[in-house]
């Protein structure tokens, strides 16, 4: 998807520039949005199979509250309400991960009520304090219950519906509670349950919250917003992840080096050192195949230069560099795929 993901958006951004036929856009935009949802889906089963770590940041769940509603409902027949304060608090979370979890249980929700019906989604800033009957630690989260209209789930299956590939649907895989069980506990919070036989089902959630305000800034993509960064070794093995990030710093005006092997990435650097014209930064995958990952690739550039800037890069959410990349020596992470607007948003970070 890293390949697909970046040639489809820079098809997308050479379109806009040329002036292509306004119709060219609109179906690459519609592919994005298809490729995203295929993004998410393999993170999905990734953090299923291989059980990972989320790659948290701050973020708004209010906003992401409401931008899951309307992707999750737009040209449905259902009655929305959505309650959310002004107040509502942050979360360090990993925003694609339980963007999924609102989109399932959405989905869920939808298909439960095939007629139409109505949702509500209501989210509070709560505390929980020691001895209380829910099962976490003390502190601030954030509950959002999810509250539909439709058919209920029967007292037979409703100590099921979170065991893995347990399904009532025909075509279900079973996959999808499972996996919001899996995220939101690895996030350290909590999902419950409540259903009545055709009255309708409620899912509550809870995220460990943060009481403090967001302050966004929008990066434009040119190469002001990443000028400090004026050359940048990039070490990946698939050439064609190369060829799209090398389409990128070239969009960006940005001096490069691309390399497939990790001991020509610690070869290249160390001479880019001696010589006196280093690398501002590097950007290195995690899993090279044959040869040390990324992480241990910067503990020996870091031993030449204990300043160098490094951006961690995978596609795979239970690497732990992903996780918490400052910990490995790196000053941030980007998750694969990516594009061009997430990349330069990335570099100018640094």
């Excluded at 970046?6 to 519609?30: N, Q, S, W």
């Excluded at 040869?291 to 030449?304: N, P, W």
Aim: proline fraction near 3%; hydrophobic fraction near 40%.
């Amino acid at each position: 998807l890293g390949g697909v993901f970046g040639y489809v958006d820079l098809a997308r951004d050479r379109a806009a520039k040329t002036g292509a036929h306004p119709k060219i856009g609109e179906l690459l935009d519609k592919t994005m949005s298809a490729l995203d949802m295929a993004r998410e889906l393999s993170s999905q089963l990734l953090t299923f199979a291989k059980g990972g770590s989320p790659v948290r940041k701050s973020a708004s769940i209010s906003e992401l509250i409401k931008e899951s509603v309307s992707f999750a409902l737009s040209g449905t027949n259902i009655a929305k309400q959505i309650i959310v304060p002004e107040n509502l608090w942050t979360g360090s979370i990993d925003t694609g991960q339980i963007g999924q979890v609102l989109n399932n249980l959405l989905v869920n929700a939808m298909q439960a009520m095939p007629n139409g019906g109505s949702l509500t989604i209501k989210a509070e800033n709560v505390t929980v304090s020691a001895g209380s009957r829910i099962v976490l630690t003390e502190g601030k989260y954030v509950k959002i219950d999810i509250k539909d209209s439709g058919t209920g789930i029967s007292p037979d299956h409703i100590n099921r519906i979170f065991e893995p590939f347990f399904t009532t649907k025909k075509e279900g895989s079973g996959m999808g509670l499972s996996i919001c069980y899996s995220i939101i506990k690895k996030h350290g919070g909590h999902i419950t349950v409540e259903s009545i036989p055709d009255g309708g089902t409620t899912f509550t959630l809870f995220l460990p919250a943060e009481d403090r305000q967001i302050v966004q800034t929008i990066h434009a993509v040119d190469g002001k917003s990443v000028s400090d960064i004026r050359r940048i070794l990039v070490l990946d093995d698939e050439s064609y992840v190369l060829d799209m990030i090398s389409m990128f710093l070239k969009d960006l005006e940005i001096e490069h080096t691309l390399c497939q092997k990790s001991e020509e990435a610690i070869e290249l650097f160390s001479k880019a050192f001696e010589n006196d014209h280093p690398f501002d930064a590097v950007l290195l995958d995690m899993t090279i195949k044959g040869g040390m990952g990324g992480d241990k690739v910067m503990e020996e550039l870091l031993r030449l230069n204990p300043k160098l800037k490094g951006i961690a890069m995978s596609g795979y959410a239970n690497n732990l560099v992903m996780a918490d990349p400052v910990k490995f020596g790196f000053k941030t992470s980007i998750r694969k795929p990516f594009t061009i607007n997430d990349f330069s948003r990335i570099l100018s970070t640094l």
